[in-house]
């Protein structure tokens, strides 16, 4: 797959995987350059982007462990009309390594993807080893991106009409029982939702992120503050609003009441 004219390096593995999402979103996947430090948040520990577009981008990118100071600048390459892209490191540790993916599309299910590991100075002893290495890495890196992919398939897919009025409300229950079933998952007309507590005021947000429908419900809650895990986008859970100036808004939540009776309900 690596064209023949470029610089001698040595291809010390492949890696072949059968993706379950569509060629959309893996393109979409490689285009997502901000996802490194935060979906591979045990492989890379920062990035920050110096270009990026359809072709592909370039970024200096942290890598684990973070207090070593280890950063590479890292360029991604892709040629649409092969069908293929290369990440090739430009400077820092593994400085002239190229790493070709090939992307064959299968469905609205499925992705072929061929990945090559070349390699410069790459003594041949060692060469096997340093593939393992290789293979093991992308192995994870791919169930992350896969996890990432399929969850966002299932939020793009259009979801059945439900027959007559949406439930616009719900009764929890006692608060004192509700507090220790916290934080607590719910769905209100036809959508989730997940139930917290903020310096003692209950809160109900979506668990759907709005920048690119990343999973809130398990999402780390700081200060009243909720941090998504795909981009690490951070919310405000008393506005709904971003708290990092990106200027997103969490879709609209249902009301928490607590009534005389020590009663919780949500209601829109
Ligand atoms: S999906 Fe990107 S930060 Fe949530
Ligand atoms: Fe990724």
Known sequence: MR???LIPLTRVATYHRTVAASAERVWENVRDWEHLPWLHDSSFSSIECLESGEEGWRARVGLHPSS???EI???????????RYVSRVVEGQGARTEIWT????GGDSHTK??????LPDVDPVSADALGRVYTELYSRLWDEDEGMMIRRAAELAPRPRSAGQPQRCL?????EELRARLPLLIELAGRRFRVVEVEGRLLAHPVRCPHRLGPLEDAAVEAGVVTCPWH???FDLRTGLSCDGRGL????APEVRVDERSQVSLSF
């Open 232 to 234: 690490g986008y951070r």
């Open 68 to 70: 070593a100071g280890r």
């Open 3 to 5: 064209p023949k004219t």
């Open 249 to 252: 808004r969490l879709d609209r």
């Open 113 to 118: 993807i061929r990945v090559e590991f070349w």
């Open 102 to 105: 090939s992307v064959e599309p």
């Open 73 to 83: 600048l890292l360029e991604l390459v892709i040629d649409a009309a092969a069908s």
């Open 171 to 175: 009764a929890l229950g006692p608060l």
